[in-house]
């Protein structure tokens, strides 16, 4: 009687071992899988992130050439308004 009981008891824990892993397995599965989204969707994020900081690295540079023309711009106009105010005296 006790070895039946006790190849009950061992049997039961067998089954529940397995039972065990198969369900640590699955979760493991879903848990790689969800990793696996999140890790692709981290990459799409970075590449869009990356995109707009060389536009907008390109869009300062645009503007501080623009500006430079513009500085040039204002001294020349100064630098003519300086010489018309020597002809009106």
Do not use: C
Not at 10 to 29: G, P, R, Y
Not at 41 to 59: F, P, V
Not at 60 to 74: A, F, P, R, V, Y
């Amino acid at each position: 009687m006790i070895k039946s009981d006790k190849h009950t008891v061992d049997d039961m824990l067998e089954a529940k071992k397995v039972e065990t892993i198969t369900s640590l397995n699955t979760k493991l599965f879903k848990v790689d899988d969800e990793l696996k989204k999140h890790l692709a969707h981290q990459k799409a994020e970075n590449s869009r992130l990356q995109q707009q900081i060389t536009q907008l690295k390109g869009d300062k540079t645009t503007i501080s050439e623009q500006l430079l023309n513009l500085d040039s711009e204002i001294k020349d106009l100064q630098t003519h308004v300086g010489h018309d105010d020597d002809h009106i005296k």
